[in-house]
């Protein structure tokens, strides 16, 4: 059978072939109480241990009864309470008309790309980012150009890089604030220069913006879509309910577009998927009614201490994270003192630590076996045995 040449440009996703053999190693007599062993410690994959919230749940059974398509954009319900959502969460006045309801945020990324992007396009991304990403560029014909960031500029992208890398072919960039695999998020001055400097060549900024509710720090915990002198109208965000409402499973997320591009993406949607569940869509509704969004923040604030926790362990460690994560659940450390190559040390410390971690091979070109991605989305109990356990095997 021919397959298309499109999936040579598609490499597989690392941190499941991780995940394998940690599931692997899980059922073996390494983790068999039996005979001595011990648990897996998962902190390899980006899953918040909370679950979607009781109302949310509640929902959903109620759902079941009368699950019609929707309206390829969504239910028009949802729509207005996520437009209702910006304003009480960031004060930005995003009209309901501009929000697009799709299968996750990963469709909306593909949705995202398929309209905006198309062969001999260059869209300028950083090094490191989330690796899907990339991909959805590559299934649009378009060619992701990664572009190597540093610490000191927070492993984002820089208003001068954009500015030297950009050719005739760009046709935009494609950002995370903040980012997986670093937490880190861009500066609001840089994020603005960058979106201004894309604007003046005809280009498009595509944000992802899935983490921005679990921001920590107040300087970054602003949507682009807030951007002044009418740059937030010209980004496309991309949003999901899977992080900060735990709805991971339930394969939820949305857009924010120009008014311009929503009859385009409208379209691809009616062919490509026709609508999002209607049981998600409809159990979502739940998620910003108060008692909801209450624990949210309770969650937020969970995981704020167990980032509190977790960084400074590591520091000690030697597994030094060089920028302090101010959003999402992810710790983006230098493993070059204790190993050369992140891909083996993770597979060695399945093996003496029972402890999954997801190596930088996933995230892009500079310098991956340097660096190694911890999921602080796990219990303090579960960090603190795997820094005990860390802690034997680096003596």
């Known amino acids: 059978m021919k397959l ?31 005979r001595g062993g011990r648990r897996m410690i998962a902190l390899n994959i980006g899953e918040p241990d909370f679950g979607a919230a009781p109302a949310v749940r509640e929902a959903a059974a109620a759902a079941l009864a009368h699950t019609p398509y929707t309206d390829a954009l969504g239910l028009p319900a949802l729509r207005e309470a996520i437009s209702r959502w910006y304003a ?41 980012c989330y690796p899907c990403n990339r991909h959805f560029v590559s299934t649009a014909e378009a060619t992701p150009r990664l572009l190597p960031t540093t610490a000191e500029q927070r492993f984002q992208l820089s208003p001068e890089q954009v500015r030297q890398a950009w050719t005739p072919a760009t046709r935009g960039v494609l950002l995370a604030s903040p980012s997986n695999p670093t937490g880190t998020s861009i500066a609001p001055e840089t994020l603005r220069e960058i979106a201004g400097l894309v604007r003046e060549r005809g280009g498009v900024t595509v944000v992802d913006e899935i983490y921005l509710p679990l921001s920590y720090d107040e300087r970054y915990g602003h949507s682009a879509l807030g951007l002044p002198d009418g740059l937030g109208e010209s980004v496309v965000s991309v949003n999901s309910f899977s992080k ?13 577009l120009p008014p311009a591009l929503v009859p385009a993406v409208e379209r691809l949607a009616q062919n490509h998927y026709i609508c999002a569940s209607t049981v998600s869509q409809r159990a979502a509704l739940a998620c910003f009614e108060p008692a909801s969004l209450a624990e949210f923040e309770r969650r937020r604030a969970v995981l704020r201490e167990r980032r509190d926790f977790i960084v400074p362990a590591l520091d000690r460690l030697g597994l030094s994270v060089p ?20 891909w083996a040390f993770a597979h060695e410390l399945l093996q003496s630590a029972q402890v999954a971690l997801t190596p930088g091979r996933d995230f892009g070109l500079a310098a991956p ?5 911890l999921s602080f989305a796990s219990s303090l109990d579960d960090l603190r045995e795997a820094v005990t356990r860390l802690e034997e095997v680096l003596a």
Do not use: N
Request: net charge negative.
């Open 4 to 34: 298309a040449a499109r999936l040579d440009r598609i490499e597989p996703f690392y941190v499941m072939e991780l995940s394998k053999a940690a599931q692997q190693i899980a059922a073996g007599p390494l983790c068999d109480p039996a």
């Open 88 to 128: 009480q969460r960031f004060g930005l006045a995003v009209d309901a008309g501009r929000i697009v309801i799709t299968a996750g945020a990963s469709a909306g990324l593909q949705l995202a790309c398929l309209a905006l992007f198309e062969q001999g396009d260059e869209v300028l991304m950083p090094d490191p």
């Open 244 to 256: 900060y409402f735990g709805m991971t499973g339930w394969r939820l997320g949305w857009l924010v």
């Open 323 to 342: 920028v302090a994560p101010d959003g999402a659940f992810y710790a983006w450390m230098d493993v070059s003192r204790h190993h050369a190559d992140s």
């Open 369 to 373: 076996q340097r660096y190694m991605r």
